[in-house]
């Protein structure tokens, strides 16, 4: 658990970077803090780990202020992950992701054990990829390896300072499905920051809207579609609620049954196609999965990403033509 307790960061030429945070990051989430440029979400982020000193308030990490740890420690316990992938060009895959393991004093055996495990799960073949040079990978690729290279030593705590951003359209929306994937696997904590509203949406469990320094509204993506705090947040967003898609057809987000799932007790709770996206959405705050009936019988089922996807790129769409 991160805890931020009234946290400021002021600067000696009275620039104030941050104000009077007030934030509970629980274990295991994908908490993602978005806000325009210079709104203090990077600030935030890196005094996390200390990179960044507050100046009022204190940071804890399990109920321990960040300033009583020994700065290894903290920074061993807290995988980081830049936009710019910051590979050491003249080493191989293997030895980038090595490094903190070295550190922490793992044996060759263990570590190569760690990384062949790890590129795997980011479908990099390790004998493939394993003994190559950053120069050799895609940039995509070289993403990838950034964020396992984040996960080497099993830290608790991951964070991303808009690790996609510099990547294609392509590329960006593939990482961002494999890290979500990820994610579902190894319940990591996860300090993710962005400035596309798209992105947030579709990765974060909860939401932090910034804006010059102070923190708007929290909040699950649901809650921001629905409820935005005010204007700032509602134009950032980017619609003024979901009900600017309310009469969409479910048919168009549900996963069809295949033949040999047809007539299986899925003991989820079900919902009428008819239902609106919001009611839809409403449910799937609740229950992450749901069947969907026509004239009572199962056509397939619908899952809250799939809903919550949907959603970012209709709102994607509109900013595009609003602008």
Known sequence: MITFDNVSKEY??????VRDLNLTIQPGEFFVVIGPSGCGKTTMLKMINRLISLTKGTISIDNKRISDYKIDELRWNIGYVL???ALFPHMTILENISIVPELKGWDKERIRKRVDELLDMVGLDPE???????????????????????????????????????????????????????QRNIKKTIVFVTHDMKEALKLG?????????????????????????DDFVRNFVGTESVSSVENMDLRKLVVPLKVDEIGLDYQLPSISVKTSIKE?????????????????????????QAVIQYLADHLQERGSRDE
């Open 12 to 17: 000696r030429d009275g620039t104030s970077a």
């Open 83 to 85: 936009q710019q992938i």
């Open 128 to 182: 493939t990829y394993r003994d190559r040079k950053p120069k050799e990978l895609s940039g995509g690729q070289q993403q990838r390896v950034g964020v396992v290279r984040a996960l080497a030593a099993d830290p608790n705590i991951i964070l991303m300072d808009e690790p996609f951003s510099a990547l294609d359209p392509i590329s960006r929306e593939k990482l961002q499905e494999d890290l979500f994937n990820l």
């Open 205 to 229: 469990d909860r939401i932090c809207v910034m804006n010059e320094g102070s923190i708007v509204q929290v909040g699950t993506p649901e809650e921001l579609l629905e409820n935005p705090a």
């Open 280 to 304: 839809a959405l409403d449910i799937l705050t609740r229950e992450n999965e749901v069947t969907v009936e026509d004239h009572g019988a199962i056509i397939g089922t619908l899952n809250r």
